[in-house]
């Protein structure tokens, strides 16, 4: 299994940025997703999920302003990001339990002020 996260980056305060996690090795069609995010100093905190029949939920910092979603023609879990806030600032990371929990490098986010 591999999850390859992708579409991190430096943006100011109010932007947008859209997260991909291409999956492999899997059956995606039957996985719940997530997507996870660690600040300096911080736990491992999931930020939104996505069931495999398409349901989600989200941490209630980002309710409005991020959407879950996944396409299972591309294998692939995106985290769409609006109105981005200097504390979304953290390593985010994919994730599924998938034959085990399973994770992805993680891919940098950075929200300027």
């Known amino acids: 299994v591999q999850l390859q996260a992708s579409g991190g980056g430096l943006v100011q305060a109010g932007g947008s940025l859209r997260l991909s996690c291409k999956t492999s090795g899997m059956n995606f069609r039957i996985a719940d997703m997530a997507w996870y995010r660690q600040a300096p100093g911080k736990q491992r905190d999931m930020v939104a999920s996505?069931?495999?029949?398409?349901?989600?939920n989200y941490e209630d910092s980002v309710k409005g302003r991020f959407t879950i979603s996944r396409d299972y023609a591309r294998n692939t879990v995106y985290l769409q990001m609006n109105n981005l806030k200097p504390e979304d600032t953290a390593v985010y990371y994919c994730?599924?339990?998938?034959?085990?929990?399973?994770w992805g490098r993680g891919t940098q986010v950075t929200v300027s002020s």
């Open positions: 996505i069931s495999s029949g398409g349901s989600t």
């Open positions: 994730n599924t339990f998938y034959r085990g929990e399973q």
